[in-house]
């Protein structure tokens, strides 16, 4: 049976790819417009909110836009409906739209905006070019009565836990034996009140990331039988998952810079591309960043890369370049366009496994303001 979810079960599913902790400090994320709460028809993913974005929203009588580029990001003053930013907000009030921002954790969110880039440049290797968040490492300790080890031990897996490189459910099992003595007012599941008991019990332990650790714990109580349930945490030194923006990778076959840049605007589908350096300078390994990459040139240069793909280039930005011996291609900042079929693609897959009935479109606008002549 299929239904129609509400705004908070879409977003949940959403916040999978691009949970909120990972975004940047600052940025100005999640709900910025309307209400969660309500049925969810129709979603729109937006890279920009413009007006004739919203005007196609009406059209397409969307319930929810997810939007890469926060539409309120500086404190708003006025709303005054005879500007664009007023009506935008009046729009989206009178036909019922509701508008969430999902900027910096989608850029840094394994299998989001960067990754996207990435992959429409066919890099190879991937990793994080600049590091912003490590998902530390915990393990946790259970003591389940042997009745219950397996529907634990499944629990704490489909939960995320126990994930080791490539592999998922790891668990360590060792055989033991609880004592408890059931006091006045408990309700035991083995046992009774006022006697010692002894039980034959498994020690399961087990890893997981600590952003998963309330989903962890609450699906390892929901599957065990006890009343008071006896568990450890412990925070570990092991290295956890990083996360970052860009991503740095190898192209299949080396090329000149002249031909890497054609191959950019090929892959990312614009119309020019702005180049420094050598245009003879042979690359391979490429670092890319969508959007606005100004900052992280050095990260570039000191990641080894040939050649650093990123929008919004200043020129001083460029002369720095030049200086560091680090090419440059800048295909704009509009290549974040590819968020709109990401984006959608993810939520159409999920919607299809939960049965929501819930249209996904991705906004057909142009918002890029440049034309090149
Ligand atoms: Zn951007």
Excluded at 330 to 341: A, I, L, R, S, T
Aim: include cysteine.
């Amino acid at each position: 049976m299929s239904k129609i979810p509400n705004g908070y079960e879409v977003i949940q599913l959403f916040e999978q790819l691009a949970p909120k902790h990972l975004a940047m400090e600052g940025d100005k994320i999640g709900l910025q417009i309307g209400t969660l709460n309500k049925p969810i028809q129709t979603v729109m993913i937006a890279l920009d909110v413009l007006e004739e974005v919203i005007d196609e929203a009406i059209e397409k009588d969307v319930d929810l836009i997810i939007a890469h580029h926060p539409p309120i990001f500086r404190p708003l003053k006025q709303v005054i409906t005879d500007e664009a930013q007023g009506r935008i907000l009046e729009k989206c009030m009178k036909h019922d739209i509701a508008i969430y921002a999902a900027h910096t954790n989608l850029d840094i969110a394994n299998g989001g905006v960067n990754d996207w880039l990435a992959e429409a440049l066919g890099l190879e290797n991937v990793e994080v070019l600049v590091p912003t968040y490590e998902d530390k490492l915990k393990k946790l300790v259970v003591y389940v009565p042997e009745t219950h080890a397996v529907a634990v031990r499944e629990a704490l897996g489909n939960a995320g836990a126990g994930h080791i490189g490539n592999y998922s459910h790891c668990t360590f099992n060792s055989r033991g034996i609880g004592t408890f003595l059931p006091q006045d007012g408990a309700n035991p599941f083995i046992g009774e009140t006022g006697k010692l008991e002894q039980v034959e019990e498994v020690r399961i332990e087990t890893i997981f990331p600590a952003s998963l650790q309330k989903k962890v714990i609450s699906a390892m109580l929901k599957a065990h039988p006890y009343e008071e349930v006896a568990y450890d945490v412990y925070p570990l030194e092991n290295k956890g998952n990083i996360f970052g923006l860009g991503r740095i990778g190898r192209l299949k076959a080396e090329m000149t810079l002249e031909q890497f840049a054609e191959h950019v605007k090929k892959a990312l589908a614009v119309k020019a591309v702005r180049v420094v350096g050598n245009l003879n300078d042979i690359v391979k390994k490429v670092a890319v960043i969508g959007g606005d990459g100004n900052k992280y040139i050095s990260h570039a240069k000191f990641s080894g890369a040939d050649v650093y793909v990123t929008g919004d280039l200043y020129y001083h930005v460029a002369h720095d370049a030049m200086m560091m011996g680090l090419n440059v291609v800048d295909p704009g900042h509009n290549v974040e366009k590819v968020m709109k079929q990401g984006v959608a693609r993810y939520l159409q897959e999920q919607f299809a496994k939960k049965k929501f009935h819930t249209k996904v479109y991705a906004s057909e606008v142009n918002t890029d303001p440049f034309t090149f002549v």
